[in-house]
């Protein structure tokens, strides 16, 4: 089975993009939809589709191309490991959800309780242990993976491609990070704007690559650890932090009138300047004429 147009959607929603290559909270390299040079698919694309430019600094990438990737990436690699996992086919919705959740968390979440419920039929029971399932970083439950699995369960018991639950606090548990959203989220991209962090991204309440990047570069610009976490000592140094100088574009000069050079004594006149004399010339016998 292959990955649905809304199921992609989905994961892309989920996931956010970011145009340009960068190095994520553990160092490794990322563009687009969360992509690294892990992925053997994403290789081969940027064979095919950048030849002769490096993975690496200053390499970019459209939200068009970030979705032809995902599509690709599900169907050689998410989906494929799911298609082994099962040996059938599934109703679509459920098995978009099962490529979502894998995106998210890798293959070895196959190996979890909600996706044996799954391979045995039973959707139910599946879709309530999902609620629960790999939802804590750093030891930490966070607000932004709870509602995500949240999604995940409605998607694949109730074919609901619904994103975002808004009854879920992102910042419940005293910071914001990936794939959590809402007001807060909204606000800590203004704020980061604000500081002349994340000019060209997308103030939308998704805390996509996008945002973790630029909450980095914001990290690494005053002395603190680069996680990609807005955590409180990151929230109350962005709120502490001078506005970003306003950018003043320079009025265009008013155009001057040269007046035409004047030949040196002796030097070869142009054929504009014969032109001149000539109309000169005709202008005075003109004159002379009508005397």
């Known amino acids: 089975m292959d990955m649905s147009p809304a199921g992609a959607k989905f994961v892309g929603h989920h996931e956010g993009f970011v145009p340009r290559y960068y ?3 553990v160092g490794v390299g990322t563009i687009g939809t969360g992509f690294t040079w892990a992925s053997s698919a994403l290789r081969s694309w940027w064979a095919k589709n950048r030849p002769g430019q490096k ?5 970019t990438m459209t939200r068009a191309e970030a979705a032809e990737v995902l599509v690709l990436l599900m169907r050689e690699e998410y989906g494929a490991a799911v298609n082994r996992f099962l040996g059938k086919t599934v109703a679509q919705h459920v098995f978009d959800a099962m490529a979502s959740v894998t995106f998210n968390c890798g293959a070895d979440t196959l190996t979890d309780r909600w996706a044996a419920a799954v391979k045995r039929g039973d959707i139910n ?6 609620k629960t399932t790999r939802v804590t970083a750093k030891k930490k439950r966070l607000a932004g993976l709870v509602s995500r699995r949240l999604d995940e369960s409605e998607l694949l018991e109730q074919a609901d491609y619904t994103i975002g639950r808004p009854a879920v606090d992102p910042m419940a548990d005293g910071m914001l990070v990936r794939r959590e959203r809402g ?5 800590l991209q203004l704020d980061l ?17 996008g945002t973790e990047a630029a909450v980095m570069e ?6 603190l650890d680069d996680d990609g976490f807005a955590g409180p000592a990151t929230l109350a140094a962005l709120k502490g ?8 574009v320079p009025e265009k000069p008013a155009p001057v009138d040269v007046p035409p050079a004047v030949p040196a004594p002796g030097a070869p006149l142009t054929a504009d300047q014969y032109l001149t ?5 005709l202008a005075g016998l003109r004159q002379l004429q009508e005397a």
Not at 55 to 59: D, M
Not at 193 to 208: E, K, L, N, P, S
């Open 23 to 25: 190095l994520d909270p």
């Open 55 to 59: 993975f690496g600094p200053g390499a």
């Open 125 to 130: 029971a599946a879709a309530d242990l999902l």
């Open 183 to 187: 007001e807060a989220v909204r606000q």
């Open 193 to 209: 704007q604000a500081v002349g962090i994340y000019a060209d991204g997308v103030v939308d309440g998704i805390f996509g690559y």
């Open 218 to 223: 914001f990290q690494r610009s005053v002395g």
């Open 241 to 248: 932090a001078e506005p970003a100088p306003p950018i003043v």
């Open 277 to 281: 004399i000539a109309e000169t010339a």
